[in-house]
């Protein structure tokens, strides 16, 4: 399958939505930590030089600032990589933005392997963990362009904080232009009856490929995108579950706490079917490019194949 | 204590050594953090040329000084020394960011010969240097610390926890650099967050502190020994420089923190280089 690459890079698209909302909305409010131009919230900087806030390097007075702005009705926007944005900074995420119920919206770049030159140091595998167990924390990875400026709206107008977790870069495109969506609500891309692949993030193309390379064996796959991974939609789950008893998760982030933990919370519970999950397989991340990296952690179509036939094994045994 | 004008030539030339290692290294990959890079390079020629103890054959040699290169973005310019001084093949520079490398863009003890501690998320060597200097103290060893903040770097929180601490644990076996390269990565520090006047907020935390030009080799030795031979206080220098120094595509712009740029940019700034001391390439 051959996916078109988006010619505007995630970053671009997520920035050029917030100012549309920004300008119907005085309240909303951008902070960054040193990297407006690896962000390109300086182009918001440009256009509403009065709400928006380069603190320099320090996140975690970022994140407590935030929380102090949204105090006073402000709709607070921070921005940093990942790695910085959640994992730096997850005290005060936790206690004056998520416990003091000030609704901080967290937006973290570079996750996983997309950190890829910065390296090791940078590659937040953990973030979707971290935040996730944090009471009233909604988090979502958005796939495309089209579900990030569809969304956007919708996750200003949320009272409660709110962590996105953005690739920069220019996505693959997946959905058609005018597609709408739900937070809380996944995204069934392909039919099949035989296993169900959950995936978010970079690894949803691989899901696609995954389940095209399949179909040319006979095996039917189908594909939900579960962009909100919390709160996740256990209906969606656990009826994918009833009719095609298997399911493989495929994140970018470690298979502990993430998605596919996630999942297997939610199917164990109330369903429980033969389950794989492809992931980085607690290890931290290294240096080199996206390609090399999701070669070196089996974060390919290749490895969700393969954990596909793995559990089709497991349901028909 | 005064440098030898034979000394000071010596260690020009591997600065200038050090810099065009550092272009060949980040040559290979068309991208990296090259004014942070740049503007540290006389610093390391000090220290690795005349000031630290060390083994390249030993990297973890228990009688060596620690380098903390809290700036950890700077890591290829460390990288170039290390292999400048024999702690691994000067061919590994090629390596930089490669997929299994052992040369990724941040320092890693873990992956190379010399680097003595994991740094790259901003304002973390401050404490890590400092948990270094205390824990040989306890064992009453002679080791010195070397400690590398940027300035950017400074608006960390943590920085000032460590400086606080530090001021009062009185480590006479530390001394820290700023990198005080006026430049961060959006831009000039006095646009983002300014730090006003570096030098007394380290005073007033209880450190002796000294300010030079950190592209003088004489200065940043002297100020070494200087620091050195004050007893019972913690060191700070504040190196004055020049982010992207000496770098024909990198010094005087304002957005160097990292950039791209190709093989022809590499040699004709590496060929500067070259023509600066005299004979021409
Ligand atoms: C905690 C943290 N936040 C953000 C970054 C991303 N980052 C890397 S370098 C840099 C700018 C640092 O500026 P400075 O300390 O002045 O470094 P220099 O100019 O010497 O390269 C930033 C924001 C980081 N590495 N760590």
């Known amino acids: ?317 | 204590m005064m440098l030898e004008r034979e000394e000071q030539q010596r260690l020009e030339e591997l600065a200038k050594e050090i810099r065009i290692a550092t272009l060949e290294e980040f040559g290979h990959l068309g991208f990296g953090h090259i004014g942070g890079a740049m503007s540290i390079v006389e610093l390391l020629a000090v220290l690795y040329g005349k000031v630290m103890r060390y083994k390249p054959e030993e990297p973890r040699w228990d009688g060596r000084d620690w380098l903390v290169l809290s700036k950890g973005h700077a890591g290829p310019a460390l990288y170039a020394t290390l292999a400048l001084k024999g702690f691994f093949p000067y061919d590994m520079l090629k390596t930089l960011n490669q997929g299994g490398t052992n040369l990724p863009s941040h320092a890693d003890r873990n992956k190379t010969p010399g680097v003595d501690m994991t740094t790259g998320s901003l304002g973390q060597g401050m404490s890590t240097g400092l948990g270094v200097a205390l824990g040989l103290k306890m064992d009453g060893k002679d080791n010195y610390v070397y400690l590398v903040l940027g300035d950017g770097e400074c608006q960390e929180g943590q920085i000032w926890e460590g400086a606080l601490y530090g001021g009062n644990a009185k480590l006479d076996n530390l001394i820290v650099f700023v990198d005080y390269n006026k430049q961060q990565l959006d831009g000039y520090v006095d646009n983002i967050n300014p730090l006003g006047d570096l030098r007394a907020k380290w005073e007033t935390f209880g450190w002796f502190a000294q300010e030079v030009d950190g592209h003088d080799v004489a200065q940043i030795y002297e100020a070494i020994r200087r620091a050195q031979e004050v007893e019972g206080k913690s060191s700070v220098i504040i190196l004055h420089t020049i982010k992207g120094k000496g770098c024909t595509f990198a010094e005087g712009v304002e957005f160097n923190h990292h950039m791209r740029f190709t093989k022809e940019q590499i040699e004709q700034a590496i060929a500067a280089l070259k023509g600066a001391e005299g004979n021409a390439v």
């Open chain 1, 1 to 317: 399958m051959r996916f078109s690459i988006d010619e505007v890079a995630m970053k671009d698209a997520y920035i050029d939505a917030l100012m549309e909302l920004a300008e119907e909305n005085p309240q909303i409010v951008v902070l960054d930590a040193d990297l407006m131009n690896s962000n390109s919230t300086i182009k918001f900087l440009k256009r509403f030089p009065e709400r928006a806030i380069n603190v320099g390097v320090q996140e975690a007075n970022m994140l407590g600032m935030a929380a102090g702005l949204a105090a006073v009705g402000k709709i607070p926007f921070t921005h940093t990589f990942a790695c910085f944005n959640a994992r730096r900074a997850l005290d005060q995420i936790y206690m004056s933005v998520a416990y003091a119920q000030l609704p901080v919206k967290i937006v973290g770049t570079d996750p996983g392997v997309t950190a890829a030159f910065n390296g090791g140091t940078h590659m937040p595998l953990e973030d979707v963990g971290f935040l996730r167990g944090i009471p009233t924390m909604t988090v979502i990875e958005p796939v495309d362009n089209v579900m990030m400026r569809a969304i956007l709206p919708q996750v200003a107008a949320m009272d409660t904080p709110v962590y996105l977790r953005v690739n920069r870069k220019q996505p693959v495109k997946i959905y058609a232009p005018g597609t709408e969506f739900t937070i809380g609500k996944g995204k069934v891309l392909r039919d099949g009856d035989d296993l169900t692949i959950v995936a978010t993030g970079i690894l949803v193309p691989e899901a696609l490929e995954a389940a095209e390379a399949l179909a040319e064996e006979g095996i039917g796959a189908r594909v939900i995108n579960m962009f909100t991974i919390k709160p996740i939609d256990a209906e969606l789950l656990i009826k994918a579950a009833q009719e095609t008893g298997a399911v493989v998760t495929a994140e970018n982030h470690n298979v502990i706490n993430g998605l596919g933990s996630a999942v297997a919370e939610v199917l164990s519970q109330h369903h429980p079917v033969p389950m794989e999950r492809v992931g980085v397989q607690d290890l931290f991340g290294e240096v080199g490019s996206v390609e090399y990296l999701q070669q070196r952690f089996g974060l390919t179509s290749e490895a969700i194949v393969e954990k596909a036939k793995a559990v089709l094994g497991r349901k028909n045994s």
